[in-house]
């Protein structure tokens, strides 16, 4: 029987693009870690989500105030790490599959300080208490740590109005907010079907468009090392433009539900179409996992007395988004 309370570990190897560094320090979660609790937490319903809407969610929290993550020292190794990656961040030229500007996925295959920052069981725990659900990092390498920079161009948006592809993210500043003007983290004050329909998209494609004033919520940063969590693919959500050439870098760590027979939002039929080296391979160890673990909790639990629809529909339930993402690959090349 697998182990499905703890994280998926990494796939061993790395895509041949990414490039490791060297001669990193060593993550020490008590020496780069600073934990505090936020101030404010905002509920799905507060949003407007119904109960109906919010029925294949484990947890009803929708975002949270700022809080410190890193220490000082933390977020002065881990922005000399970004600054190092940058030179290898992703290419997105010619895709037309992304819609960030410039950005590293993945970034747990480059550094190894990043990998056991987002691997950290003291992180995990603690964003499982403040989201009031078991959160483990991703099991998809590409989102358990991504790093956000600027685009090179500033009058475009740093990430347009979107849903996440992962239920669970960290979005952490590792820029001296205080010397920034524009990019900030904006968040739709409703729904992400409102937020679509006042915009006129569907999905998860972003746009770079205004939402009305009042109804969005900027997201204050009071330092370097601080962040929030957001179930991201409930909330409607957008990193505006900068108004003047900047540094700005972001991490986004994402993570899952445990254990991996919980309910999950991951959409992995939308990632497959992301251009990270590695992405397909990375979703199907996803999906595998899960599906395993929901036909181990399965194995246990039939019944001689189950009539045969029933045992189709669970069997189907727990088999559902494996199929699913597996005859969306037939097309690919
Ligand atoms: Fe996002």
Avoid at 83 to 94: E, F, L, P
Avoid at 180 to 187: A, D, P, R
């Amino acid at each position: 029987m697998g182990n499905f309370r703890q994280p998926l570990p990494f796939p061993p190897g790395r895509p041949a693009e990414y490039l490791p560094l060297d001669n990193e320090p060593k993550f020490n979660p008590s020496l780069h870690l600073a934990l505090e609790a936020p101030s404010s937490i905002m509920s799905l319903d507060q949003l407007g989500y119904s109960a109906d809407e919010m029925r294949d969610c484990e947890s009803s929290f929708a975002y949270c105030s700022a809080f410190r993550i890193l220490s000082v020292e933390g977020v002065a190794v881990m922005t000399e790490i970004c600054d190092r990656i940058y030179h290898n961040r992703n290419t997105s030229a010619g895709t037309g599959a992304n819609r960030l500007g410039s950005y590293a996925r993945g970034a747990g295959y480059r550094s190894q300080f990043i990998r056991d920052f987002c691997d950290s069981p003291e992180l995990a725990q603690h964003l499982s208490e403040i989201a009031q659900v078991q959160l483990g990092r991703h099991s998809v390498p590409a989102v358990a740590c991504g790093i956000n920079y600027a685009p090179d161009d500033i009058t475009k948006a740093i990430d347009t109005w979107h849903v996440d592809s992962v239920a669970f993210d960290i979005v952490m500043m590792l820029s001296d907010p205080k010397t920034l003007k524009g990019g900030e983290f904006q968040i739709f004050n409703g729904t992400k079907h409102e937020g679509r329909q006042l915009l006129g998209i569907v999905g998860e494609e972003g746009k770079d468009a205004q939402l009305p004033d009042e109804r969005i919520i900027t997201v204050p940063f009071p330092d370097s090392g601080f962040g929030f969590l957001q179930q991201g693919t409930m909330i409607f959500h957008r990193a505006c433009r900068l108004l003047e050439r900047a540094k700005r870098i972001t991490m986004i760590p994402s993570f899952e539900v445990i254990p991996a027979d919980a309910r999950d939002a991951t959409n992995s039929i939308n990632m497959t179409d992301w251009a990270d080296p590695g992405i397909r391979p990375e979703l199907a160890r996803h999906e595998i996992w899960r599906a395993t673990a929901r036909l181990e909790t399965l194995l246990d639990n039939i019944s001689l007395e189950d009539n045969p629809q029933k045992l189709s529909d669970d069997i189907n339930l727990a088999l559902g988004s494996l199929v699913a993402f597996t005859n969306n690959l037939k097309d690919k090349h």
